[in-house]
């Protein structure tokens, strides 16, 4: 039971334009979702995080928007560096089971230059 | 370089066998985490220490076990190794427990283990 849906295994993106990464969820428990960046050969690494308080937050050219209704949460990056090529993962946790973070099969990202 | 240190990188052994991954968490986190990476899977959760007490489990088989000693850090024992334990396992840490807000879980670089 994937619980943590990226459904794009990968997105490119002209660098300088928006890349938008997508993310759904199911359990409606998940209260802290936050995305993380993969280079290969490294692990992942914090990237942007939102409380279900908040549809919105932004952090540089990072922002990532909540949409609880609709279980489904975007990161946007605007604009693409080639830099940003990556697998980027969404995860979710819920505080009522511990905060395990639940992460998504994570989505392939190539900024062309 | 996330401080989060996990040693072997590359390991690779029989079916039957039994390993152990070790992990450093960064100076002064008391969280450990370990995740599974499978081909085609995203990382899968397995099990959370905080200051040597087990917190959480996830998809962690029976197989598999771990502890986190005194000094903080942690150690990943698989026994009874199948071809499909084959997979990326990373260490992580944190400072506090859990994913609240400010709470930054580090991850390591993994230990690649491949499984013949």
């Known amino acids: 039971d994937q619980q943590v849906k990226q459904n794009s295994p990968s997105l490119s993106v002209q660098e300088g334009r928006i890349s938008i990464l997508n993310c759904d969820y199911t359990?409606?428990?998940?209260?802290?979702f936050l995305w993380y960046k993969k280079y290969p050969a490294e692990g992942p690494t914090f990237l942007i995080s939102?409380?279900?308080?908040?549809d919105k937050n932004e952090d540089g050219r990072f922002t990532v928007f909540l949409n609880k209704s609709a279980k489904h949460l975007s990161l946007h990056i605007v604009p693409s560096q080639p830099g940003d090529s990556a697998v980027y993962f969404c995860?979710?946790?819920?505080?009522?089971?511990?905060?395990?973070?639940?992460f998504g099969a994570g989505t392939i990202l190539r900024v062309k230059s | 370089d996330s401080g989060v240190t996990q040693t072997p990188k590359h390991l690779i052994t029989a079916t039957g066998q039994r390993v152990t991954l070790r992990c450093s968490p960064r100076?002064?986190?008391?969280?450990v985490y370990w995740y599974q990476q499978s081909l085609d899977q995203g990382l899968q959760f397995l099990i959370h220490?905080?200051?040597?007490?087990?917190?959480a489990k996830g998809n962690i088989l029976e197989r598999f076990s771990a502890q986190q000693f005194p000094d903080l850090h942690s150690e990943l024992n698989l026994s009874s190794l199948e071809l499909g334990d084959s997979a990326l396992y990373f260490c992580?840490?944190?400072?506090?427990?859990?994913?609240?807000?400010?709470?930054?879980?580090?991850f390591g670089e993994g230990s690649w283990l491949t499984v013949v």
């Open positions: 100076s002064g986190d008391l969280s």
């Open positions: 995860a979710a946790s819920a505080l009522l089971t511990g905060n395990k973070l639940v």
């Open positions: 992580a840490s944190s400072v506090a427990s859990g994913t609240i807000s400010g709470n930054t879980i580090y």
């Open positions: 939102i409380s279900s308080i908040k």
């Open positions: 359990n409606s428990m998940f209260d802290y």
């Open positions: 220490y905080y200051n040597g007490e087990e917190r």
